[in-house]
């Protein structure tokens, strides 16, 4: 750094007191303290006396003593690195606990980098080594300014220095490490290659044009593997790469929630979904119908299937990628779903008929094939033949024969189900019943001693017992076939790396008290952690409403009992709704009232 630079900076720095402040005026005290321009070292001894300064803030604060904060300063002299980022790196506090105590001292902003447009060209305005050491990361830069996101605002030596490299007024704004580390992880290697690009859009060396095409024909590859990687780290089951007006926006789905990763500027977009389709195997020309296809990709010391799809959208061609990630399935047992005590018993009462048909009810990704791969794979299957028709098969099941539909070559649920019978199968799985053919036959199925597991797009249990009358199955034989249905739902989990208890809003206290019957304030509820993508969720589990076929029941349903009655009865019967099982998890700490509003109260 030249001395001319310094200077400038310095300047930069002290014309900012009249409303374009480096520091804010509230926080006289390293301004004070820390000679200018002079001494462009200061000791850091000279900080310590100030509340203002990160060691003062600490000790004022009670979070830490003093003999504490001078043994934390001298590893961070000797090891050359920030004092925030030994504190962090060595749990002394928690880095969340630091952003806000420095926010609120000095009366700074904080911002969450997730939900924060970070525009590209400014975080390439600070060198990565230079971002990493004294996490910091520039997030956008307006007339002269450059707001850039850091733990320790009261660095006024890192300040001058990134004002003298960017030749911008560097604005504080206060991030957490964590925070500020995932950030530069995801987004300098984007940059680095988008610098390129740039250059050579702006640049007019021929040298250089030939170089970026090259990189072109590279680059989009590397940005295809970056969120593949992303994406498998933060557990995320889909990519959602959509583009908008201005800006290609990158979304993972997580524990089947969607979430905002990153919005990547529009000229990325031809190069990348080209790069796609040829990876996936598409026609790289056509544009105008949707197109499928498949890549494997290896991270983590496994294959990943990747499913991609590209549609025309009026904004352009959108993609989206889906991980079928086969290790999630195998662990799952019953209990492991969501099942938990008597909804166990009862589920487990149902599988053990000898024959007769089990229903799984609930919309689409409600987890319903799930539990039908669970409920197979608790069963002796050396000594019982199981037999599958899936559309498509989604796991494959030792043991078990397991076919696909297959509408080009006429194999359908129905058919299939009917050469089935001929194998002489003890258990069928029918992945979905959609049609009255198939809803006929397997009832049949399931009155000739056989067991039938299947599921149904209906929204609750006495729903789903009346659709299968509305596909035009003849209720006698729903009634004599059907042994239970059970209704079902995901709802996330908490993370349990960064539950905490939490008081939540009157709305959830009165959602849990009106299913419960006591009421709560407070509920367990994840902070967000880099566990969990910061999300505060890690996984899901099931809610279950099981209605079993009493003889009453049987009976109401062939009376053509209104709904209410039907319901009535199972509950006198010991059926549990769906909230209810959300509220008893919730109660258990294992997921939120928010999330069971969200997942259960949108019906009425
Ligand atoms: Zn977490």
Not at 253 to 264: A, F, P, S, V
Not at 466 to 478: E, F, H, K, S
Request: charge should be negative; include cysteine; aromatic fraction near 4%.
């Amino acid at each position: 750094m030249s001395t001319d630079n310094l200077e400038q900076s310095l300047h930069s720095g002290q014309s900012g007191q009249s409303g374009t402040a480096t520091l804010p005026p509230e926080a006289p005290g390293p301004t004070a303290d820390v000679p200018r321009g002079e001494e462009p070292a200061p000791q850091e001894s000279s900080r310590n006396s100030s509340p203002a300064s990160l060691a003062g803030m600490l000790v004022e604060a009670g979070i830490l003593s003093a003999d504490q904060v001078a043994k934390v300063q001298e590893i961070a002299r000797r090891e050359r690195q920030s004092l925030g980022r030994i504190l962090v790196r060595d749990g002394l506090v928690l880095s969340r606990d630091m952003a806000t105590l420095i926010a609120l001292y000095l009366g700074l902003t904080m911002v969450d980098l997730r939900s924060e447009t970070i525009d590209p060209k400014s975080i390439a305005l600070v060198p990565e080594d230079l971002a990493r050491k004294h996490l910091v990361l520039a997030i956008k830069h307006n007339e002269g300014h450059l707001s850039v996101a850091m733990t320790d605002p009261t660095d006024l030596q890192l300040i001058q220095d990134l004002a003298a490299r960017t030749g911008f007024i560097i604005d504080p704004v206060i991030a957490t490490a964590d925070d500020i580390l995932e950030q530069i992880d995801l987004s300098y290697r984007l940059t680095q290659s988008l610098k390129v690009d740039t250059l050579a859009e702006e640049g007019g060396h021929t040298d250089e044009r030939v170089t970026a095409k090259h990189l072109r024909e590279a680059l989009p590859t590397q940005v295809i593997s970056l969120l593949l990687s992303q994406a498998l780290q933060d557990r995320a089951s889909d990519i959602h790469v959509e583009p908008t007006e201005t800006l290609l926006r990158i979304r993972f789905r997580i524990d089947g929630i969607l979430h905002e990763i990153m919005q990547l500027p529009m000229e990325m977009h031809p190069a990348l979904i080209s790069r796609l389709k040829i990876m996936s195997g598409m026609n790289i020309a056509e544009r105008r119908r949707p197109q499928d296809g498949q890549l494997n990709f290896e991270a983590l010391n496994r294959t990943v299937d990747v499913r991609v799809a590209v549609s025309n959208t009026a904004n352009g061609e959108m993609c989206v990628l889906r991980l079928l990630d086969n290790k999630k399935f195998t662990l799952l047992s019953l209990d492991q779903l969501g099942f938990g005590g008597d909804a166990l018993d009862s589920y487990r009462r149902l599988l053990q008929l000898p024959y007769g048909m089990v229903v799984i009810c609930g919309p689409t990704g409600s987890g319903k094939s799930t539990t039908l791969y669970a409920s197979v794979l608790q069963m002796d299957r050396s000594e019982k033949k199981v037999i599958s028709i899936e559309d498509p098969v989604e796991y494959r099941i030792n043991d078990a024969s397991q076919m696909q539909v297959n509408h080009e070559a006429g194999i359908t649920f129905a058919t299939a189900l009917r050469s089935i019978l001929r194998l002489d199968p003890d258990v069928i799985l029918v992945g979905e019943i959609r049609d009255q053919e198939t809803a006929g036959i397997a009832t049949q199925a399931a009155l000739t001693g056989h067991l039938v597991l299947t599921s149904l797009h209906a929204n609750d249990s006495v729903s789903g017992l009346l659709r299968l009358r509305d596909l035009g199955v003849p209720p006698y034989l729903i009634a004599s076939s059907l042994g239970g249905l059970v209704a079902q739902r995901m709802v996330r989990l908490v993370c349990s790396n960064c539950k905490e208890m939490s008081r939540r809003p009157l709305a959830e206290q009165q959602a849990y008290t009106a299913e419960i019957g006591e009421s709560q304030e407070r509920f367990m509820y994840g902070a967000g952690c880099n566990i969990c993508a910061h999300t505060g969720y890690h996984g899901r589990m099931g809610v279950f409403e099981i209605m079993t076929m009493s003889d009453t029941i049987r009976q109401l349903f062939l009376e053509d009992a209104p709904r209410h009655r039907l319901w009535e009865q199972a509950v006198s019967e010991g059926t549990k709704s769906l909230k209810h099982d959300g509220m008893l998890k919730v109660g258990a700490g294992k997921t939120t009232p928010y999330e069971v509003m969200r997942v259960l109260f949108s019906l009425e």
